[in-house]
């Protein structure tokens, strides 16, 4: 076998030979990258202990619990089916012969998170940027938009593929990211008082309520009125905020090395789907590194004709 595989290698042609060993070492490199982040995914789910969402802190943290709304329940994008998040995607067949291909045409998801329970405490997750795996996940092809009639139709008819990714109420949802709750104090204060002044000078009636001498200009000491009821009001808000504490939530802490993992699989399958991507991977990265080591050492040694 492997002199069959080196005599193959020194009789292909040169040019032939040395691009099929970029595509080679390019799949090497991409199957083995690929391993790799799934080990370190492993590692990650491994190692990072569960938290209590009540007394989670701050940063990368592990959480489990059910899936229930924000507000209610919302309708998934293709099939209308009753869920608390969704991703969908729409591709298109195109092209003819060996150029056929699935091209995405329309793509997005729920646009709102969900609520995530572990039985101390509530907190806010949005799948959109994680890795996500559903069980509840559908896949069809349908045909339409052709044109003409008869058999000319059925032929020019257009092949689509739906994907559609649910998360469903009560389901059970491990998640691994940034875990943060909002603080708002000065900063949030000072960014309405300045929205609410930005609003005010583009209402002339307002404006006109400020200039008291009514020359119809502000001066100084009337903008500095509207300052401090502007003030007034983003405190009064603030306040009013601040008497219901906003919930926690997980998001992606834009750290490459801290992977936002969202899964609907309990953490046992999790794990094995994980092991099975790191070690398929990483072998299969390293056999294709070896037969073009081989192919190529085969190549170098083989006598002169």
């Not at 990072?48 to 998934?76: C, D, F, K, M, N």
């Not at 329309?106 to 572990?118: M, N």
């Not at 940027?129 to 045909?143: H, I, M, P, Q, Y």
Request: glycine residues 10%.
């Amino acid at each position: 076998m492997l002199q069959f595989f080196a005599q193959a290698a020194i009789d292909t042609d040169p040019a032939a030979f040395w691009i099929g060993g970029l595509f080679a070492a390019a799949a090497s490199i991409y199957s083995m990258r690929l391993g790799l982040a799934a080990f370190w995914k492993l590692r990650l789910v491994v190692d990072t202990p569960t938290a209590r969402i009540r007394s989670a802190p701050q940063g990368y943290v592990e959480l489990q619990g059910q899936a229930h709304p924000h507000r209610e329940l919302i309708a998934a994008r293709l099939t209308g089916r009753p869920c608390v998040w969704y991703r969908y995607r729409i591709q298109e067949r195109r092209g003819s012969g060996r150029d056929e291909k699935w091209v995405t045409i329309e793509q997005g998801d729920a646009g709102q998170p969900f609520v995530l329970d572990d039985g101390s405490d509530r907190c806010l997750i949005d799948p959109a940027k994680a890795a996500l795996k559903c069980r509840d996940t559908k896949v069809w092809v349908e045909s339409g938009g052709g044109t003409g009639t008869g058999l000319g139709r059925l032929f020019s008819q257009r092949r689509y593929r739906k994907t559609e990714e649910r998360i469903a109420e009560h389901e059970y949802v491990y998640v691994l990211g940034h875990f943060e709750t909002p603080r708002r104090g000065v900063r949030e204060r000072q960014q309405l008082t300045r929205l609410l002044l930005s609003q005010w000078k583009r209402d002339p009636e307002r404006m006109r309520a400020f200039d008291r001498n009514g020359d119809g200009e502000i001066d100084m000491q009337e903008w500095e009125s509207a300052r401090t009821l502007a003030e007034r009001l983003a405190k009064q808000a603030e306040d009013k905020i601040g008497a219901e504490p906003p919930l926690s939530r997980v998001v992606d802490g834009g750290d490459a090395r801290q992977p936002f993992v969202v899964s609907t699989e309990d953490e046992l399958k999790l794990t094995a789907r994980l092991r099975l991507h790191a070690f398929g991977g990483t072998v299969g990265g390293m056999l294709i590194a070896i037969g073009l080591a081989f192919a190529v050492l085969a190549r170098a040694t083989a006598p002169l004709s």
